[in-house]
């Protein structure tokens, strides 16, 4: 009998064993050629775990209302619970405003006229007796009426003539005139008118820059207008007994302070329906020219 040698035999169907695959060095690992992209595992993507903020709030800023200062409501915005509240008013946003709009302003400036709309004149134009009956009889109205029209024709005329009158209310200019032949006494007496119109236009200017600047809105032709008027018609009764009595008569120095008061609360209501001022304004802007007419007119002592 034959002897049979006894070896390990080799199974063809096995699959041939793979060296093992030697690790390279951590940062010489090799990369997927230029344009192609590793394919990721398989399996559903991971989601992205993001930061929660702690239950007190902290870590993040807190925005507030620019407007209110309220803190913003928890469904977005400020105007509410649920995002009540416009989308420039979110935080991270910006919200555009006009030229010159202040949206962080809580309060207003005090304007004349603002709490009442834009109104026209309430009246036709008076005629120049109605004015000057109007100004003695009833103030208040015929100021509102005629606060939007000029009144340039019966003021000049009128403060003209009370000029012409005037230096006799002064005893020495009085003796002068009287004394002085008539190519002498004419100048005095024009001289006198031209500066008694050139007083009024300065005083009601003056008037007129300070009702502005208290806030008033009125124009200046019709408050400078009413100005000279109001100055000529209130003297009317202290110079017209000053042209017999003389300017030192006590009489005419009491007349004098009483026709000072009623100018100072004509001028008051004048500034006040002119400009739409209250009266402590409006007597504050008169207050120049009160004090002038009082040194120079009324007391003569200029």
Not at 75 to 93: M, V
Not at 99 to 122: L, N, W
Not at 218 to 223: C, D, E, L, S
Not at 238 to 257: E, I
Request: proline residues 12%; glycine residues 14%; hydrophobic residues 40%.
């Amino acid at each position: 009998m034959a002897g049979f040698r006894i070896g390990r035999g080799r199974d063809n169907n096995r699959a041939p064993q793979q060296p093992p695959q030697q690790q390279q060095p951590y940062g010489q690992q090799q990369q997927p050629p230029y344009g192609r992209q590793a394919h990721p595992p398989a399996g559903p993507p991971p989601q992205q775990q993001w930061p929660q903020p702690s239950p007190g709030g902290h870590g993040e800023p807190e925005y507030f209302d620019p407007r209110t200062g309220a803190p913003p409501y928890p469904g977005g915005g400020y105007g509410g619970p649920g995002g009540g509240g416009s989308y420039a008013d979110n935080p991270g946003h910006t919200q555009a405003f006009a030229f010159g709009e202040d949206p962080y302003s809580q309060g207003a400036t005090y304007h004349a006229g603002a709490d009442r709309p834009p109104v026209g004149p309430t009246g036709p134009r008076l005629r120049w007796k109605d004015l000057l009956r109007g100004i003695v009889m009833r103030p208040g109205p015929t100021f509102l009426q005629m606060r939007d029209y000029p009144v340039w024709g019966p003021a000049l005329i009128v403060t003209f003539l009370y000029g012409l009158l005037a230096v006799f209310g002064f005893d020495k200019a009085r003796k002068d005139v009287i004394n002085a032949t008539l190519a002498n006494a004419v100048p005095i007496v024009l001289t006198s008118a031209v500066a008694f119109v050139i007083c009024g236009l300065i005083l009601g200017a003056v008037t007129h820059t300070l009702a502005r600047q208290l806030g008033g809105d009125g124009a200046w032709q019709p408050t400078i207008g009413l100005s000279m008027l109001v100055m000529s018609v209130t003297d009317a009764p202290r110079l017209l007994f000053a042209l017999f009595l003389g300017g030192d008569n006590v009489l005419v120095q009491v007349l004098g302070w009483a026709t000072w008061v009623a100018a100072g609360a004509l001028f008051t209501s004048m500034i006040s329906k002119s400009h739409d001022l209250p009266w402590p304004k409006a007597l504050g802007a008169s207050a120049i020219q009160l004090i002038a007419l009082l040194s120079i007119i009324k007391l003569g002592t200029i």
